[in-house]
Nanobody
Framework: QVQLVESGGGLVQPGGSLRLSCAAP????????MGWYRQAPGEQRDVVAV???????TYADSVKGRFTISRDKVKNMVYLQMNSLKPEDTAVYYC????????????WGQGTQVTVSS
């Protein structure tokens, strides 16, 4: 069973910053597209940011210019640096690993809570 382990969530005031981390097995990390998704109460899970194995990135419009996704190939880690946080960023954030080679291979972390509130 593949395990993705997130950390770094918490409570932060509006305008503050947090960095989320996701540890992935090396066998996954080197080939898979890695991403961060979030789900607020009563809403669907939506993509926040994605980074391909080659390093190209994609962001949801709502976080462009505020969030940065990155990956460390030595440590097999994916990060989400979140700046200028807003109350609407409050959600459970999930790490995702995805690979399509004929069929979809996909894995999720357990999620980490991010709460933006004064």
């Amino acid at each position: 069973q593949v395990q993705l382990v997130e950390s770094g969530g918490g409570l932060v005031q509006p305008g503050g910053s947090l960095r989320l981390s996701c540890a992935a097995p090396g066998s996954i990390f080197s080939r898979y597209t890695m991403g961060w998704y979030r789900q607020a109460p009563g809403e669907q899970r939506d993509v926040v940011a994605v980074i391909a194995s080659g390093g190209s990135t994609t962001y949801a419009d709502s976080v462009k210019g505020r969030f940065t996704i990155s990956r460390d190939k030595v440590k097999n880690m994916v990060y989400l640096q979140m700046n200028s946080l807003k109350p609407e960023d409050t959600a459970v954030y999930y790490c995702n690993a995805r690979l399509v080679i004929g069929i979809l291979y996909e894995y999720w972390g357990q999620g980490t809570q991010v709460t933006v509130s004064s």
